[in-house]
């Protein structure tokens, strides 16, 4: 039995009705731009983040971008940002003009580390973006804090994490603002590309409404410069009909997760990650080497509500990650590697400044080492456990 990476058909047919439904509201309307759809998306998703404010865009890409140039960051500002995350949250500050820094992330939950991105603070930095990957939050509690101390915008990299919180709070309401995607593989998953911003400040959300179309207000009068951000109402439509069956989406992961911790922590050579070991890297080595570990398995914290957009393993050893994902591919189990390159490291973010790029070297590990195997919400524990015999055969 082939188990696919993902399968947007086994979410998506299922309600092929509704989105057909929605579909044919949007055709008979007429409406193609903005609107009552696109309105209706917006409320709804503020409700789920609890935010005063949603501004759906184009991707989550252009809401990190117009969420920069809503506070003016560009040329001669430095923002700080996790060097092990998708390109966009490097690439959206770098087109500001502003100076992407890099900074390392934690061994055990994969986030931007604090204490690492206050050492990299000077006089020039306006904002840090912490990313909330793989469907765990970031410690915002020391992020809000560095915040605080240094007057820094807060933009929060929810792409992977729509509807997961920390502590209470749900991604996207505790800084500034929180950035989101629908790219179809997205725990939201859209038809197309697709993005959100929420805030709950009154004047950022204005100005993240007037950007987003080319900065006008009035029509054809322009106080600043924006950019064609829409995201369409047809999109919105089909978006609203998804987000009515979110919860069992979000359950399904969680349900999936819990499966292969729950048995693959049985297998001899594979560890759950320990949260002791949060941005204590060489504590995490030590306990590795101990325990003989060949893989380990990622771990919610406690105090948060993980979403689970990867499961992402880490396989230790030299070469042994290559070595794993040839065996599942050839087992027909659908893996990929999120992310095997830095930003520190990529050809087009050589001209940044040495500082930005040094001391990440969890991050370089990282990226040796990771491998996200399935786990959409529809899969069968028939696939869980081919996927878990498939990882078991390479062990033994
Ligand atoms: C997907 C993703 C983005 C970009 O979203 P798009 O909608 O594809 O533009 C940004 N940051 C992270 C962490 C992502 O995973």
């Known amino acids: 039995m082939k188990v696919p990476l993902l399968d947007v058909n086994a979410q998506n047919l299922p309600i092929e009705e509704e989105l057909s439904e929605a579909w044919q509201r949007v055709l008979q309307s007429g409406r193609f731009i903005l609107g009552p759809e696109v309105d209706a998306f917006e409320e709804e998703c503020a ?33 700080l940002v996790p060097t092990f995350s998708f390109f966009a949250t490097g690439g959206s500050v770098w087109r500001t003009g502003a100076t992407p820094v890099f900074v390392d992330v934690c061994p055990v939950c994969f986030n931007i580390d604090p204490d690492k ?16 990957l793989f469907g765990q939050a970031a410690d915002m509690d020391k992020v809000m804090g560095l915040a605080l101390e240094h007057d820094l915008m807060v933009i929060e990299d929810a792409a992977q994490s729509f509807g997961a919180r920390h502590r209470a709070c749900p991604c996207g309401s505790i800084g500034d603002v929180g950035c989101f995607s629908f790219f179809p593989s997205k725990n939201l998953g859209g038809f197309g590309d697709g993005g959100l911003i929420t805030t709950s400040d009154d004047e950022l959300a ?6 987003r179309n080319h900065g006008m207000n009035p029509k054809y009068y322009h106080p600043m410069v924006g950019g064609n951000f829409r995201m369409d ?10 987000l009515r069956h979110y919860p069992e989406y979000g359950a399904g992961r969680r349900r999936n997760a819990n499966y292969y911790t729950d048995r693959m922590s049985q297998i001899p050579g594979v ?15 030590e306990a590795i080497t101990a325990a003989d570990a060949g893989i380990i398995l990622p771990v919610a914290y406690p105090h948060n509500e993980h979403i689970w957009n990867q499961y992402t393993l880490r396989v230790l050893g030299e070469g042994r990650r290559d070595a794993l994902r040839k065996h599942l591919t050839e087992a027909g189990v659908g893996c990929d590697i999120y992310y095997p390159v830095t930003m520190d490291r990529q050809e087009c973010f050589a001209a940044t400044p040495e500082a930005s790029r040094s001391d990440c070297e969890v991050a370089h590990r990282l990226a040796g080492e990771v491998l996200s195997i399935p786990v959409y919400p529809e899969l069968s524990d028939q696939q869980k456990d081919e996927v878990i015999s498939a990882i078991a055969g390479f062990l033994g």
């Open 117 to 132: 991105a206050a050492a990299k603070v000077t006089g020039r930095t306006r904002a840090i973006i912490p990313v909330h």
């Open 271 to 285: 560890v759950v990650a320990d949260p002791k070991h949060c941005k204590c890297p060489a504590a995490q080595q």
């Open 206 to 211: 204005d100005r993240l409404r007037q950007l």
């Open 47 to 79: 409700r789920l983040v609890g935010s005063a404010h949603a501004v759906a865009v184009s991707s989550g890409t252009d809401a990190l971008l117009a969420a920069l140039m809503a506070r003016g960051i560009g040329p001669g500002d430095e923002v």
């Open 233 to 242: 109402a047809l999109q919105c439509a089909l978006l609203r009909v998804k």
